[in-house]
C-alpha cells in the first residue's frame, strides 16, 4: 500500500514563507510525477505545481515567481517552497502522485492535506 504524508503547513502573516513537504512511502516501483494541488473555501480544487520524471516543472499563473516545486528522488519525498504568501494563498494543499507500484499499476494517490493559511 502507498501512502503519501505531507508535512509543513501552518499560520503565516502576508509576506512571509513555508516549506511543504510530502513523502510517499509503500511498495513502489516507480514515481512518474508529483505535485501540489489546493482547495480554498468555495472553490475548485486547483494544480499548483508539478514535477514530472523529476526535472520538468509547472505552475498555476498565480504562484509563479513566489512558489518553487522540488523533488529529491532518493526519498521519494516532493517539497513546496513557497514565499512572498498572499491572502489568497489560504487552503488547504494536498499532495497527489502518480506511482506504479509493485504490481505496475500506475495510481494516482493523495496525501491527507494540510491546512495553509495566510493572515494577519
Known amino acids: 500500500q502507498v501512502q503519501l504524508v505531507e508535512s509543513g503547513g501552518g499560520l503565516v502573516q502576508p509576506g512571509g514563507s513555508l516549506r511543504l513537504s510530502c513523502a510517499a512511502s509503500?511498495?513502489?516501483?516507480?514515481?512518474?510525477?508529483m505535485g501540489w494541488y489546493r482547495q480554498a473555501p468555495g472553490k475548485q480544487r486547483e494544480l499548483v505545481a508539478d514535477?514530472?520524471?523529476?526535472?520538468?516543472?509547472n505552475y498555476v499563473d498565480s504562484v509563479k515567481g513566489r512558489f518553487t516545486i522540488s523533488r529529491d528522488n532518493t526519498k521519494n519525498t516532493v517539497y513546496l517552497q513557497m514565499n512572498s504568501l498572499k491572502p489568497e494563498d489560504t487552503a488547504v494543499y494536498y499532495c497527489?502522485?502518480?506511482?506504479?507500484?509493485?504490481?505496475?499499476?500506475?495510481?494516482?494517490?493523495w496525501g491527507q492535506g494540510t491546512q495553509v493559511t495566510v493572515s494577519s
Open positions: 509503500g511498495s513502489i516501483f516507480s514515481i512518474a510525477a
Open positions: 497527489n502522485a502518480a506511482i506504479e507500484d509493485s504490481d505496475y499499476v500506475l495510481r494516482h494517490y
Open positions: 514535477v514530472i520524471s523529476g526535472s520538468s516543472t
